[in-house]
Nanobody, 126 residues
């Protein structure tokens, strides 16, 4: 079964850090661009970051630039999202998704994603 599985979410205080992981099973991520998205209660899903298949291109939403870092380890078939200086407005369910066109990195391009994980909840609260 082809699937993506997110992990690493949880409750953290403002200013804290979390690292999310997106692991693939049933297929290799080598040729895929991976995007991270999030959806807060009552809001639309939005793109947070993306990384091209070889890691040469990354993009970030303005709201997370300088605080979040996306990376990938193709040998481990995993993509990471390091989140620092977290704010309450970062609270959301975070999803990863795979775009088969590995040379592009289109932030928030929901329609281009072939596979989606089920999400991991990040709550930033004191």
């Amino acid at each position: 079964q082809l699937q993506l599985v997110e992990s690493g979410g949880g409750l953290v205080q403002p200013g804290g850090s979390l690292r999310l992981s997106c692991a693939a099973s049933g297929f290799t991520l080598d040729y895929y661009t991976i995007g991270w998205f999030r959806q807060a209660p009552g809001k639309e899903r939005e793109g947070v970051s993306c990384i091209s298949s070889r890691g040469g291109t990354t993009n970030y939403a303005d709201s997370v630039k300088g605080r979040f870092t996306i990376s990938r380890d193709n040998a481990k078939n995993t993509v990471y999202l390091q989140m620092n200086s977290l704010k309450p407005e970062d609270t959301a369910v975070y999803y990863c998704a795979a775009d088969p066109y590995g040379d592009r990195c289109l932030l928030g391009y929901i329609d281009g994603m072939d596979y989606w994980g089920k999400g991991t909840l990040v709550t930033v609260s004191s």
